[in-house]
C-alpha cells in the first residue's frame, strides 16, 4: 500500500510535468514555424511525443522519468535556439533551472540527475561547436563553467530534496505499513471483540426479550466472555432484584386492594351511618329550635306573668293599707256611735225634761185660766214636740244600736279582710318571689337552650362535612381499587419464582 501511494504521487507528478512539457513544446513548435525554423518546430514535435504519451497513460516508471528528465533539458536547448539572435539569449538560461525545478515533482533524484547532465553538455558541446547558440558573444569557457557550478548546486539541493522526500515517503510508508499491521491486529481484535458482542447481545437480546414479555425466572446461565460477565451476573442480579421487587409490588399491591376494598365498604357505612345520624342531628336541631322558640315564648309569658304578680302584689299591698284605713274609719264610726247613743240619751233627756216642763207649763196655764189658753197651747205643742222628739229618740237610738252591732259586724269582717288580704300579700310576695326565680331560671335555660342550639347548629354542620368527606373518602378508595387493579394488571404479566408466584392470584380475590 504505501508503494502504491509513492508510484501514485510520481504518477500524478508524471502527468503534471508531462502535460507541462506538452504546452511548452507545442508553444515551442508554434514560434519555430512562426519564424520559418522548420527543423525546431520538428524537433519539438518530436519531443512531444514522449511527455504527452506519459500524461495520457499515466506511465511513471523509471525510464518514462529519465525520459522526461532528457526531454526538459532539450526542450529549454530549442528554446535558446530560437532566442539567438535576440536579446533574450541571456534571459533564456533561466529556463534550464526552471526546467530543473519542474523535474523535482517526480520525485526521483536520477531524474534530476539526467536533467543536469544533459544540461552540461548542451553547454559544454554548444560552447566549441555553435557557441553562438549558448553565448551572444562567442565561446566562452568560464561563464560555462560558472553555469555548470549554478547548475550543480540547484542539482545538488534538488537532489537532496528529492531524496529527503523520497526518504521521508519511505519513513511515512513504513509508518503505514506498521499502521497496516497494527490495523490488521485491531481489526482480528475488533472481530474478536464483535464475536464476543455478538454472542453477548444475543445473550442479553434473548434474555431482553423474555424480560420484555414479563419473564423474570429466567436466567442466563451460560458464562459472558472478559469482562461481559459481570454484566451477566449484574443482569442477572437485577433480574433477580426485580423478581422480589415485582413480588413485593404484587404483595403490597394486594394489601392496597384489601384496604382500598375495606376502606371502601367501611367509607360506605360510614357514609350511611353519617346521614342517618345528620338526619337525627337535623330532627334534633328543629326540635330544639321550636323548643328554643317555645322556651323563648315561655319566657316572654313568664316575664309578663312575674310583671302582673309584682303588680298584683302592689295592688294587695296598697288594697291592705285602704282596708285597714276602711277598717279605722269604721272603728271611728263605732266611736262616733257610741258617741251618738249618748247624745241620743242626752236628746231623750232632754225630751223627758221638756215633755215634764210641758206639763208643768200645761198645769200652770190650766191655773191661769184665760190667760194662759195661749200659753197651754204652746205647752201641749211643746210636749208634743218632747214626746215626738222622744219617739224620734228612741227610734235613733234604736237604728243607731242596730248599725253598731252592724259596724261591729263589719269590724269584724274588716279585720278578717284584712288578716286574710295580709296572707294573701304575703302570698303573692312568695308567688312573686318563686315567678322572678323562675323567670330568672328560664332566662338561663334559654341560654342554655341558645347555646345547645348552637351546638347542633355546629354538629349538624359537622355532620354535613363529615358526611361530605365520607363520600369523598369513599370515591379515593374506589379510585385507589382501581389503581390496585390496574398495579395487578400490570404485575400479573410478569412470571416470577414460586415463592411469589402466587401474589397475583391473591391479589385478584383481594380484589
Not at 520538428?42 to 516508471?61: E, H, Q, S
Not at 353519617?274 to 322556651?295: F, K, M, P, V
Not at 302592689?314 to 291592705?320: E, K, L, N, P, T
Not at 312573686?432 to 347548629?457: F, K, P, T, W, Y
Amino acid at each position: 500500500m504505501p508503494v502504491d501511494e509513492l508510484s501514485a504521487l510520481r504518477t500524478t507528478g508524471m502527468r503534471v510535468v508531462g502535460t507541462l512539457a506538452g504546452v511548452i513544446g507545442a508553444l515551442l513548435a508554434v514560434w519555430a514555424l512562426a519564424t520559418g525554423a522548420v527543423l525546431v518546430a520538428l524537433a519539438a514535435m518530436v519531443l512531444l511525443i514522449a511527455p504527452l504519451g506519459f500524461a495520457w497513460t499515466g506511465r511513471a516508471d523509471p525510464l518514462a522519468r529519465l525520459l522526461l528528465g532528457v526531454t526538459y533539458p532539450l526542450l529549454a536547448a530549442l528554446l535558446l535556439a530560437m532566442a539567438s539572435g535576440t536579446g533574450w539569449l541571456i534571459d533564456l538560461h533561466m529556463v534550464f533551472f526552471a526546467f530543473l525545478a519542474v523535474l523535482a515533482a517526480l520525485a526521483d533524484w536520477r531524474v534530476i540527475v539526467a536533467g543536469t547532465l544533459v544540461t552540461a553538455l548542451h553547454h559544454l558541446a554548444l560552447n566549441f561547436i555553435a557557441p553562438a547558440l549558448v553565448f551572444p558573444d562567442g565561446a566562452d569557457l568560464m561563464r560555462v563553467v560558472f553555469h555548470a557550478v549554478i547548475v550543480l548546486v540547484e542539482a545538488a539541493m534538488l537532489i537532496l530534496l528529492c531524496r529527503q522526500f523520497e526518504a521521508l515517503v519511505c519513513n511515512l510508508m513504513e509508518v503505514r505499513r506498521a499502521e497496516a499491521a497494527l490495523e490488521i491486529e485491531r481489526s482480528a481484535e475488533r472481530e474478536r471483540l464483535a464475536d464476543e458482542q455478538q454472542t453477548v447481545l444475543s445473550g442479553l437480546s434473548e434474555r431482553l426479550r423474555k424480560l420484555a414479555a414479563g419473564d423474570l425466572s429466567s436466567r442466563l446461565d451460560a458464562p459472558f466472555p472478559g469482562e461481559y460477565d459481570r454484566a451477566r451476573a449484574l443482569l442477572n442480579q437485577s433480574c433477580a432484584e426485580l423478581d422480589q421487587l415485582v413480588g413485593a409490588v404484587a404483595q403490597t399491591a394486594a394489601q392496597v386492594a384489601t384496604g382500598a376494598h375495606e376502606l371502601r365498604e367501611a367509607s360506605s357505612d360510614l357514609a350511611g351511618k353519617t346521614e342517618q345520624q345528620t338526619a337525627a342531628i337535623e330532627s334534633a336541631a328543629r326540635t330544639a329550635g321550636e323548643l328554643l322558640h317555645d322556651i323563648e315564648g315561655q319566657a316572654g309569658l313568664w316575664a309578663a306573668t312575674r310583671s302582673t304578680a309584682l303588680d298584683a302584689k302592689s295592688d294587695a299591698d296598697r288594697g291592705a293599707a285602704e282596708i285597714a284605713a276602711a277598717a279605722e274609719a269604721i272603728t271611728r264610726i263605732e266611736a262616733s256611735s257610741a258617741e251618738i247613743g249618748e247624745m241620743i240619751g242626752f236628746i231623750d233627756t232632754i225630751a223627758f225634761q221638756t215633755n215634764l216642763l210641758a206639763l208643768n207649763a200645761g198645769v200652770e196655764a190650766a191655773r191661769a185660766g184665760e190667760a194662759g189658753k195661749g200659753f197651754a197651747v204652746v205647752a201641749g205643742e211643746v210636749r208634743e214636740l218632747a214626746q215626738r222628739s222622744a219617739q224620734s229618740a228612741t227610734a235613733i237610738k234604736a237604728l243607731v244600736a242596730t248599725s253598731k252591732d252592724e259596724i261591729a259586724v263589719g269590724v269584724a269582717r274588716v279585720q278578717q279582710l284584712v288578716t286574710l288580704l295580709a296572707s294573701l300579700v304575703a302570698r303573692f310576695s312568695d308567688i312573686a318571689g318563686h315567678v322572678d326565680h323562675i323567670a330568672q331560671g328560664s332566662e338561663g335555660s334559654l341560654d342554655a337552650v341558645r347555646r345547645i342550639n348552637a351546638a347542633m347548629g355546629l354538629l349538624d354542620r359537622g355532620m354535613q362535612q363529615n358526611a361530605a368527606m365520607a363520600e369523598q373518602t369513599s370515591a379515593a378508595s374506589v379510585a385507589l381499587l382501581r389503581s390496585a387493579e390496574d398495579l395487578t394488571g400490570q404485575v400479573s404479566r410478569f412470571r416470577q419464582q414460586d415463592s411469589t408466584a402466587d401474589a397475583a392470584p391473591r391479589l385478584s380475590r383481594a380484589a
